[in-house]
């Protein structure tokens, strides 16, 4: 399984996290739509139920038609991006934490998250819908913040970004 995150980890690795939030950003430059959001809408969305919403439904699509050999995979991956961000990313976003004056909540989202770049990374390959959780990637590879959704239940909607 390893031998399938070596270029996501090669690239979080050397990613510039969040350097570019509050920054104003271009409207093209991501393919979806997405709404720009300041300091005080982060601070109250990344914690929000339409968010976690969100995330739990990007999942569950993703989930629902893995059959019983792929069901035995996604817990190993999902626990291997848990365990990169463990022991890889955990002290720069408490740092953002502390940073950004946040509560405990956004360590924990953005390791579900993360966790969850490593699943999708897994299960894109058998065609899988990984659009939610490449869309969140697309938003960190450009150094800004997903932090929230509006607008509806995913994929209805738009993302937040800071």
């Known amino acids: 399984m390893e031998e399938k995150f070596v270029g996501?980890?090669?690239?979080?690795?050397?990613?510039?996290?969040?350097s570019k939030s509050g920054r104003e950003i271009e409207k093209d430059l991501f393919d979806f739509d997405?709404?720009?959001?300041?300091?005080?809408?982060?601070?109250r969305e990344y914690t929000a139920i339409q968010w976690q919403t969100a995330l739990n439904q990007a999942s569950n699509r993703m989930r629902?038609?893995?059959?019983?050999?792929?069901r035995k995979a996604w817990n190993?991956?999902?626990?291997?991006?848990?365990?990169y961000f463990d022991k890889t990313l955990s002290g720069?976003?408490?740092g953002f934490r502390e940073n950004?004056?946040?509560?405990?909540?956004?360590?924990?989202w953005n390791r579900r998250c993360i966790a969850a770049f490593f699943t999708a990374e897994y299960f894109r390959e058998y065609g899988f819908d990984t659009?939610?959780?490449?869309?969140?990637?697309k938003v960190s590879l450009k150094e800004y913040y997903p932090c929230g959704w509006q607008g509806g239940e995913w994929?209805?909607?738009k993302l937040l970004i800071y």
């Open 92 to 94: 720069l976003f408490l």
């Open 100 to 108: 950004w004056n946040l509560n405990d909540a956004f360590v924990t």
């Open 64 to 70: 629902r038609t893995l059959d019983y050999d792929q």
């Open 155 to 157: 994929p209805d909607g």
């Open 8 to 18: 996501l980890i090669e690239t979080l690795d050397f990613l510039n996290w969040f």
């Open 131 to 137: 659009e939610f959780y490449d869309r969140c990637l």
């Open 34 to 43: 997405f709404i720009q959001v300041d300091r005080n809408v982060m601070q």
């Open 76 to 83: 190993p991956a999902t626990e291997y991006g848990l365990r």
